[in-house]
């Protein structure tokens, strides 16, 4: 009796189960493998593309992507490192404070405020880059009329620093996710317990240095983590906003891998190349955060 109750619990298991595990094979699991399989080839298109059959070719779009003259996958790579930066010691402790802030109503208007923050995540990346464009970008756009007036060489300026706008509408664009995920995490903790600490003598600075940050450093880390796979993605606003431009100095990983897949001859071993090691470095990015965590972090 008790071993078929066991064999209808293992079926049951099977079928609620078995629908996102082939979800997740068929949609993350297989193109992943897929991919670094064709970055190992040759095959460009086949002969749609009047090219030759696909053929092993080794690690070869990994040597070309590392030498290229122009240095393009290293100048990408900086950006994505600049963005992860921002991203990770920028938009989360930004989004720290301000729902620390607003947890604890030290401001009036807390629902105003909140609703605000958030809002640019609600708003299309690609619209918030258009907006952006013609903000920054344009010879005539109103930062640079306002610039003018304080700097002549301020186009000049701008120019030669394209990523500086990039990141400060990263930041303005992102950071709201994170308060949201910090208040509700925040109004977890029990009041009773700050409460306690008010009564033991403990200042605002102590409560948040021994008793909030200890019960949110695996929230940190799941922003950590969130934070750097968004990051080496990045693609939607910098494509709309700069095209990875001037001189490919505002490029990113995914902008490189879209161009070398999608316009002009395609090369798409080279793409996938690109995109294998966005992957690794994402694992290693994460991976080092949860040894910090582990290292430095408190216990929830």
């Given at each position: 009796?008790?071993?078929?109750?066991?064999?209808?619990?293992?079926?049951?298991?099977?079928?609620?189960?078995?629908?996102?595990?082939?979800?997740?094979?068929?949609?993350?699991?297989?193109?992943?493998?897929?991919?670094?399989?064709?970055?190992?080839?040759?095959?460009?298109?086949?002969?749609?593309?009047?090219?030759?059959?696909?053929?092993?070719?080794?690690?070869?779009?990994?040597?070309?992507?590392?030498?290229?003259?122009?240095?393009?996958?290293?100048?990408?790579?900086?950006?994505?490192?600049?963005?992860?930066?921002?991203?990770?010691?920028?938009?989360?402790?930004?989004?720290?404070?301000?729902?620390?802030?607003?947890?604890?109503?030290?401001?009036?208007?807390?629902?105003?405020?909140?609703?605000?923050?958030?809002?640019?995540?609600?708003?299309?990346?690609?619209?918030?880059?258009?907006?952006?464009?013609?903000?920054?970008?344009?010879?005539?756009?109103?930062?640079?009329?306002?610039?003018?007036?304080?700097?002549?060489?301020?186009?000049?300026?701008?120019?030669?620093?394209?990523?500086?706008?990039?990141?400060?509408?990263?930041?303005?664009?992102?950071?709201?996710?994170?308060?949201?995920?910090?208040?509700?995490?925040?109004?977890?903790?029990?009041?009773?317990?700050?409460?306690?600490?008010?009564?033991?003598?403990?200042?605002?600075?102590?409560?948040?240095?021994?008793?909030?940050?200890?019960?949110?450093?695996?929230?940190?880390?799941?922003?950590?983590?969130?934070?750097?796979?968004?990051?080496?993605?990045?693609?939607?606003?910098?494509?709309?906003?700069?095209?990875?431009?001037?001189?490919?100095?505002?490029?990113?990983?995914?902008?490189?891998?879209?161009?070398?897949?999608?316009?002009?001859?395609?090369?798409?071993?080279?793409?996938?190349?690109?995109?294998?090691?966005?992957?690794?470095?994402?694992f290693i990015l994460i991976v080092l955060t949860g040894i910090v965590e582990k290292r430095f972090g408190?216990?929830?």
């Amino acid at each position: 009796m008790k071993r078929l109750r066991r064999q209808e619990e293992r079926y049951a298991y099977f079928l609620l189960v078995f629908p996102a595990v082939f979800i997740y094979y068929a949609v993350v699991a297989f193109p992943t493998v897929f991919s670094v399989i064709l970055s190992l080839t040759n095959y460009n298109g086949g002969r749609i593309f009047g090219n030759p059959e696909i053929g092993f070719a080794g690690f070869r779009s990994y040597v070309s992507m590392f030498t290229n003259p122009q240095g393009y996958f290293y100048m990408a790579l900086r950006n994505n490192m600049l963005i992860v930066l921002v991203s990770v010691f920028g938009q989360i402790p930004l989004g720290f404070i301000l729902a620390y802030i607003l947890s604890r109503k030290l401001v009036k208007g807390t629902g105003f405020f909140q609703t605000m923050i958030y809002l640019p995540n609600v708003i299309s990346p690609v619209i918030i880059g258009i907006l952006f464009k013609a903000f920054y970008l344009n010879s005539n756009s109103v930062y640079m009329e306002i610039m003018r007036r304080f700097d002549p060489v301020a186009e000049f300026s701008l120019n030669n620093h394209p990523m500086i706008p990039v990141l400060v509408i990263m930041l303005w664009m992102y950071t709201g996710m994170y308060v949201i995920i910090f208040l509700a995490n925040i109004q977890r903790i029990d009041v009773q317990v700050i409460e306690a600490s008010k009564i033991d003598g403990a200042n605002e600075w102590q409560t948040l240095c021994y008793i909030i940050l200890p019960a949110l450093s695996g929230v940190i880390v799941t922003c950590a983590i969130l934070a750097i796979s968004g990051s080496l993605k990045s693609f939607d606003l910098i494509y709309v906003m700069t095209d990875g431009g001037p001189a490919n100095m505002t490029s990113v990983l995914s902008l490189y891998m879209y161009r070398m897949a999608f316009r002009g001859a395609p090369d798409y071993p080279l793409a996938n190349a690109i995109s294998t090691v966005m992957v690794i470095i994402s694992f290693i990015l994460i991976v080092l955060t949860g040894i910090v965590e582990k290292r430095f972090g408190g216990k929830e």
